[in-house]
């Protein structure tokens, strides 16, 4: 069994978790953004930031512990939290961003929050391959568009975003996602940090 030491933990500092994926799915190390940078790569770093701290949280547990409820009564979940962010990351950089008619990633007519809600079928390595490859996508979409570029639809509300609007969010919804994230991964097995 291997392990993975990350500084910052409540367990001392530095806490241990064992039985990590070591393999080709594992997320890349966390990166601190630069302190001193252009305004695009300050953006788009701390929304690197965010993305691998959800992938951190949900890293060394099985799929039954990522499908594990926080509290009755939310059924919010770290798998579905990953769901979630896959349809976020192509709503705003493949709906919003390029004006894409993508279908939505988990789609259920009978179920508006079928991201959110997980079921004995679903399954870590899906979820995370969807949620990478958005990822990739909104990376490649953003690519050689300024800042200033106005997304080509609007959003739910009738209003027109630019990039930095859409990174912006991004790193909000995100931020606040990680926190349920913690408390969810605590509740787990008692993780905290990262």
Known sequence: MTSVEFAGSRAGPSATIRGMITDDSAPAP??????????????????????????????????????????????????GL?????DVELAWFRRILTGEDAPWNYDDENDEDRDIHVTEEDTWEEAHATWR???AQARA????????EPGVRKTRRG???DLR???????????????H??????????FTGV
């Open 30 to 79: 966390r990166v601190r953004p630069d302190t001193q940078s252009t305004e695009r790569v300050a953006l788009e770093q701390w929304l690197d930031f965010q993305r691998e701290t959800l992938a951190l949280k949900c890293q060394g547990l099985d799929d039954a512990q990522l499908r594990t409820a926080s509290v009755p009564p939310s059924d919010l979940t770290l798998l």
């Open 82 to 86: 990953v769901r979630h962010m896959a």
């Open 133 to 135: 490859k958005e990822i």
């Open 141 to 148: 979409n953003a690519a050689g568009r300024g800042l200033d």
């Open 159 to 161: 209003e027109t975003v």
């Open 165 to 179: 609007w859409i990174y912006l969010h991004m790193i909000e919804e995100y931020a606040r996602h990680n926190g």
């Open 181 to 190: 994230a913690d408390l969810i991964r605590e509740r787990i097995d008692g």
